[in-house]
């Protein structure tokens, strides 16, 4: 892993049950499983990917910090419920100069009205939305041109 550049790859609450959680909505794959997808096609790009997930929002504040003074070349992240709601979020982002990606396997736009306002997409680069685990692997490929 020495001197790949790093992704970082967060995931917020809930992602965790990836593959049982509601799968109409979010399919059968487990968060391992895109966790394997990334590592390969990091491999191919000559990336690292710093793979994580948490239940707790600061967890993920932490993190971004993290991702910007350790030099990492982007942030992916997948912040669940906390898209919605989390100004720390957006501070968070708007606090680092690191380019952050914002992933969701859903459309949130084609859903709850309570999904179509994102704090963390107002503060991201872009946005990556409603293809399911490929969503990250587009989100990758983005990076990888940073
Ligand atoms: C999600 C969309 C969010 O609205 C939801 O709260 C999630 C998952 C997605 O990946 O589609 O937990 O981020």
Redesign the pocket.
């Known amino acids: 892993m020495a001197d790949r550049p790093v992704i970082f790859v967060l995931n917020?609450?809930?992602?965790n049950m990836l593959g049982t959680r509601e799968p109409e909505?979010?399919g059968t794959t487990t968060l391992d499983d895109i966790a394997a997808m990334l590592e390969d096609r990091a491999l191919e790009l000559g990336l690292a990917i710093e793979m994580r997930q948490s239940n707790h929002e600061g967890h993920l504040v932490d993190w971004i910090q993290e991702a910007h003074l350790s030099d990492a070349k982007a942030v992916i992240i997948?912040?669940?419920?906390f898209?919605?709601t989390s100004v720390a979020l957006y501070d968070a982002i708007k606090g680092v100069t690191i380019p952050v990606i914002e992933?969701?396997?859903?459309n949130?736009h084609a859903?709850e009205a309570f999904?179509h306002k994102s704090f963390v997409g107002q503060a991201a680069k872009g946005t990556i939305?409603g293809f399911g685990a490929q969503?990250y692997m587009l989100a990758l490929d983005a990076a990888a041109r940073f």
Do not use: F
Request: hydrophobic share 30%; no cysteine; proline share 14%.
């Open positions: 917020g609450p809930n992602l909505i979010y997948n912040p669940g419920a898209t919605h992933v969701h396997l859903s949130p859903r999904r939305a969503s």
